[in-house]
């Protein structure tokens, strides 16, 4: 079992950054695929970026890439998603997820984290 809590959300104005962290506990999250996505009430959960289990290769959603940046640090078991020139249409609640491979699919991914809420003010 793996355990995620993700944190750093807020409200931020527009153009400003945030970094999101997403800390695992119960498992190393080095043998995952890490991911975050995101979603506003009543929708579906969106991809926005992932990470292999190295680290080694990433991958962003066209609205988020040249902004948005997905890391990782295995020694601290934790996943980083910065933030940066936020808009308001980048509002939404962010999730981590771990899986056992890249994928922008949601059902490829086994543990969740609870969210962490992004409002970007205009």
């Not at 009543?42 to 290769?57: H, L, M, T």
């Not at 959603?61 to 040249?66: E, I």
């Not at 997820?97 to 970007?120: E, F, H, I, K, L």
């Amino acid at each position: 079992q793996v355990q995620l809590v993700e944190s750093g959300g807020g409200l931020v104005q527009a153009g400003g950054s945030l970094r999101l962290s997403c800390a695992a506990s119960g498992r190393t999250l080095s043998r995952y695929a890490m991911a975050w996505f995101r979603q506003a009430p009543g929708k579906e959960r969106r991809f926005v970026a992932r990470i292999s289990s190295s680290g080694g290769s990433t991958y962003y959603s066209d609205s988020v890439k040249g902004r948005f940046t997905i890391s990782r640090d295995n020694a601290k078991n934790t996943v980083y998603l910065q933030m940066n020139s936020l808009k308001p249409e980048d509002s939404f609640v962010y999730y981590c997820a771990a899986g056992v491979g890249p994928s922008d699919g949601q059902n490829d991914y086994t543990y969740w984290g609870q969210g962490t809420q992004v409002t970007v003010s205009s």
